[in-house]
């Protein structure tokens, strides 16, 4: 593909008759209508006085819709999807901080992001899904009148496409600027490591206002000339008749998603016999490999465990296709960017030598958005430092051994907390663990973790402890294990180590 393409022109290139953009109950939106779609908005953008690099907030239900705006927006100018579960308080932290220039809302959907626009003075547009059309097409309103419409011109490759926020686990959030180059080089880097072709089809259940599902589900798919069948966001009674209805190939989830649909898989062998998977992808936060080894048997395709972050534009490195093993407890080999594992210093290390995780490539962000004193620490002789500690082995696949920042510090002795989760997670009633940091008096941290155990199964807190200890040094075992009903998360849907102890009321 050629190196000036953006998010729109690796859309026109393709066959205007292919399926792209799906969803439950109605018509699939071809390739050639999603252009029509992506230009009519970046008409009327400009209408509005949006030009390039100009923040658009886009607070939308998951769907067909929410995927076509925001290629739209990228198309005309900087797409900003945050989370519509956001309260009042963080929508007036996130469109503050963006300076957003327009908020993009579904008609007839309440939100408090409304109330917040209005007293910041960002215009509000209103999108309104057209009736009996096919999925994802829209008109927009301003004050109750179709939106004006000026001649369409496009963001160009380094235009930022898209911004996101870090999720800011021990400080302000960081906003991530992506241009089109970046965005286009990643899709192309998951298009070649899944080998989707036009015949693929993505059933995705991730949150659109989420690298994962922007990148690694819908343009990865675009990408390929592939569809992608937009759920209104994940549930696990629903997944099967999705899958089923969509006719896919394949799907992309955080490992939560992948054990919640394993507890369903059962009660619906029929569908996954009629449905064969080609592959199951797999992101964003560690795999147990006992949930890799249920998922393969389940659906009897391969699970391919990737690793993602936003600054990366998602990949970094993958698990491979067969006939290339997949290793369980590993993210695979390079997928995209060069991957080095550096000291302190910026020098490489020799391949099994334990350090940080760096990158470089056509999908890094060129840094922090307005952020000197963040791009001065997270960037070192030219490569981006991901904060993940970790070690390739002899045939290449890194094995990621944990945060530097979420090291436990027990009087000295350094402790992986994902040692620990994996301890707890090999025990047959523990669905959910995340070991973190509790501060101690004398040793200045002790280990501590938060588990949610599998529907139907019951294990005590002495119980889990002494399981872990035949499996960890006395020094590792959690002091306090928590059974929870769920694992508190962030602003991003991620369970967060840092400031876990307060979260809970243990500090």
């Not at 953009?21 to 009519?40: C, E, F, M, W």
């Not at 109330?115 to 899904?129: C, D, N, S, Y």
């Not at 030598?353 to 060129?366: A, F, Y």
């Not at 045939?395 to 945060?403: A, F, K, P, S, V």
Request: aromatic share 6%; glycine share 10%; with cysteine.
């Amino acid at each position: 593909m050629a190196s000036n393409t953006t998010v729109r022109t690796l859309i026109a290139e393709g066959d205007a008759g292919r399926a792209a953009i799906a969803a439950p109950g109605v018509a699939t939106l071809s390739r050639g209508r999603l252009l029509q779609q992506i230009d009519a908005t970046v008409a009327a953008l400009r209408g509005l006085g949006i030009k390039p690099n100009d923040r658009v907030a886009i607070v939308l239900p998951n769907g067909p819709e929410m995927a076509v705006s925001f290629l739209a927006v990228a198309s005309a100018a900087t797409a900003a999807p945050l989370n519509p579960a956001y309260r009042e308080e963080e929508f007036d932290f996130y469109l503050g901080d963006l300076e957003a220039k327009l908020l993009i809302v579904q008609a007839g959907v309440e939100s408090p992001v409304r109330a917040v626009a209005e007293r910041r003075g960002v215009p509000i547009v209103e999108l309104t899904p057209v009736a009996g059309g096919p999925a994802g097409s829209f008109g927009l309103s301003r004050n109750g009148q179709p939106a004006p419409s000026a001649a369409a011109s496009f963001a160009g490759p380094d235009d930022v496409a898209l911004v996101l926020h870090t999720s800011g686990t021990t400080s302000r959030p960081k906003q991530v600027p992506l241009s089109h180059r970046n965005l286009v080089a990643s899709a192309g880097h998951i298009r070649g490591a899944l080998a989707l072709t036009p015949q693929d089809r993505c059933v995705n259940i991730m949150p659109l206002f989420h690298i994962h599902g922007l990148i690694g589900a819908l343009l990865s798919s675009l990408s390929a000339e592939a569809s992608v069948f937009c759920t209104p966001g994940f549930n696990a009674l629903k997944f099967f008749a999705w899958l089923d209805e969509a006719e896919a190939t394949w799907y992309t989830a955080v490992p939560t998603m992948h054990q919640a649909i394993l507890t369903r898989a059962e009660r619906n062998r029929e569908v996954i016999q009629r449905r064969k998977l080609r592959l199951i992808r797999s992101s964003s936060s560690s795999l147990p490999p006992p949930v890799m080894a249920e998922l393969e048997a389940t659906f009897g395709c391969p699970v391919l465990e990737s690793y993602g972050m936003t600054e990366a534009s998602h990949q970094m490195t993958s698990n491979p296709l067969p006939p290339r093993a997949r290793k369980p407890g590993t993210v695979g080999i390079a997928a995209g960017p060069e991957v080095a594992i550096l000291d302190g210093e910026g020098n490489k290390l020799p391949q099994g030598e334990e350090g940080e995780v760096c990158i470089r490539g056509p999908n890094v962000t060129l840094g922090y958005f307005a952020n000197p004193a963040a791009n001065a620490s997270g960037f070192i002789r030219g490569w981006f430092r991901t904060g993940d500690q970790g070690r390739f082995d002899g045939e290449g696949y890194l094995t990621i051994t944990g945060r530097l920042k979420e090291m436990i510090n027990r009087g000295g002795e350094k402790i992986a907390p994902r040692e620990v989760d994996e301890a707890l997670l090999a025990h047959p009633a523990v669905a959910q663990a995340i070991a973190f940091a509790l501060p101690h008096d004398k040793l200045g941290e002790e280990v501590a973790a938060a588990v949610v155990l599998r529907e139907g199964q019951s294990a005590e807190e002495k119980e889990l402890r002494e399981f872990v200890s035949r499996r960890l040094a006395d020094f590792k075992v959690p002091k306090r294990v928590l059974l929870l009903p769920e694992i508190p998360k962030g602003a991003t849907g991620k369970p967060q180590r840092i400031g876990m102890a307060q979260r809970l009321g243990l500090a």
